[in-house]
């Protein structure tokens, strides 16, 4: 079994070599290396590449946390020096995952939150400072949400009313990345009232950049990304924010021209659209029409065009609302979409389960569909992406559910050459074959149906 080192031995042959022997930082960090490798030690968890101070031969990171500490203890007033600090650690941070999980090891997150405290008991915080601590938090918080705790969460929440947009807007990227990858911290932010808090800003009145950063904390709040809870509180976190969001989000789509809020704005309300009242809310308010508009007007947007899409399907989980986004129009647009998007794989792949979606068990919106010729343009979307298993499963959807009760149609989707392109992705795509024969199936096309499970019994059924 290999032999390991901790990260200070390492450091201290580091300082020895260059104190004692007066090599360069680089010249040091290789020698020592060099020693540790030719004992076998295994240096996997070892950072090399941490920022060595020429003089003392300390690492940086470790010797600006120990200043923080002391500038703390000491009460200092130098605002010039803990500026200078806070940027060092910021860049430090900024590095890599080891250089954050360092610092939160040496005590970082204590101290930033320690500044933040101290600075907001000030009658007039100093809005630098509160800045800066900001920043070096969002680069340290970065990809460890596990280091979030109860007082920075109290820190955001005494931030967030301050009229100032960059402290608002970092704060907020603080409860984003605290957020990532981490229910706890998602539940506590939650039952804080920190949605609550947020209301105020999603106004036409606030810039584009706060706009977005707030629809991001929503979003993330409804994420179910932690593998290390067996039941998170996605859905609930969806429904307090839509009871609380839903139809200001909606109208806000008028609000707005530029692409990128929009986009935001379509997958957030998306995001939150989780329960049969919901899309018949966002439809109440006008999203249908809405998101149409927001469409025709954008044709050439990527990303606009794709959450529009995957706004559709989501309120198409309702039947009535399902019928009313058919009947006010969306095949033609749909079909422009394919059209302007054939070489785009994301938005073709979610125009597609579009389709499949709005077409579900309903002949009405399946004969709306075929009637503006779409069939066709879907057929070439699977010929131009044969290889993106995504897009031929979708395809397959969108043909299975057209034809399932429309089945005068087969005859032209045969003469599309759908059949033949659906076979070549049965072989190229075998996690999707139950998707491609269902759709070969409902074409009238010869398909083989196995029995995937079989049994036998232990013990034969006795006739009486």
């Known amino acids: 079994m290999a032999k390991i080192i901790s990260q200070e031995t390492f450091d201290d042959v580091v300082k020895e070599n260059i104190v004692d022997f007066s090599m360069s930082p680089n010249e040091a960090k290789e020698e020592t290396i060099k020693q540790f490798e030719a004992q076998g030690i295994n240096l996997a968890n070892i950072i090399k590449d941490l920022t060595i101070n020429p003089d003392t031969g300390k690492p940086v990171l470790n010797e600006i946390i120990d200043d923080l500490k002391t500038y703390i203890g000491q009460k200092s007033t130098d605002t010039e020096q803990l500026l200078e600090y806070l940027s060092i650690l910021d860049t430090e941070c900024q590095k890599s995952i080891s250089h954050r999980v360092l610092a939160g090891k040496n005590g970082a997150h204590e101290a930033l939150v320690t500044l933040l405290e101290q600075e907001l008991a000030n009658p007039q915080p100093n809005l630098t400072v509160l800045e800066a601590c900001l920043k070096a938090a969002n680069s340290f918080t970065n990809k460890q949400p596990d280091i979030f705790d109860a007082e920075a969460l109290a820190v955001i929440l005494k931030l967030l009313p301050i009229e100032n947009e960059n402290i608002v807007i970092l ?142 399907r989501a309120l198409g989980g309702n039947d009535t609302v399902k019928a009313h986004i058919v009947q006010q129009g969306v095949a033609p647009v749909i079909k422009q979409v394919l059209e302007t998007h054939l070489a785009n794989e994301n938005v073709i792949s979610a125009a597609l389960a579009c389709i499949a979606t709005l077409t579900l068990r309903v002949k009405d919106n399946s004969t709306l569909f075929f009637g503006t010729g779409i069939a066709e343009i879907i057929v070439e979307t699977l010929r131009t992406h044969s290889n993106n298993k995504i897009v031929q499963r979708n395809g397959a959807w969108a043909i299975r559910n057209m034809v399932s009760r429309s089945r005068d149609q087969c005859e032209s989707w045969l003469s599309f050459g759908a059949e033949d392109l659906l076979n070549v992705a049965l072989t190229s795509h075998p996690s999707i074959q139950q998707d491609v024969k269902a759709a070969l199936r409902d074409l009238g096309c010869k398909v083989e149906l196995r029995e995937e499970f079989t049994g036998v019994a232990e013990k034969k059924i006795v006739s009486m």
């Open 171 to 312: 704060a907020l990227q603080w409860l984003q990345k605290a957020s990532i990858m981490h229910e706890i911290n998602r539940q506590h932010i939650v039952n804080a009232g920190v949605v609550k808090k947020l209301k105020p800003f999603v106004s036409k009145q606030s810039s584009l950049k706060l706009i977005r950063e707030v629809l991001a904390v929503l979003r993330y709040l409804v994420l179910d990304d932690d593998i290390r809870v067996e039941f998170g509180c996605a859905h609930e976190h969806a429904r307090r924010i839509a009871s609380e969001y839903i139809v200001d989000l909606t109208k806000l789509l008028g609000e707005y021209q530029d692409p990128n809020v929009l986009a935001d704005l379509l997958l957030t309300i998306g995001a939150l659209a989780v329960r049969q009242e919901f899309c018949t809310t966002i439809e109440d308010a006008g999203g249908i029409k809405l998101v149409f508009d927001i469409m025709t007007n954008n044709t050439t947007s990527v990303r606009v065009n794709r959450e529009a899409l995957k706004l559709l």
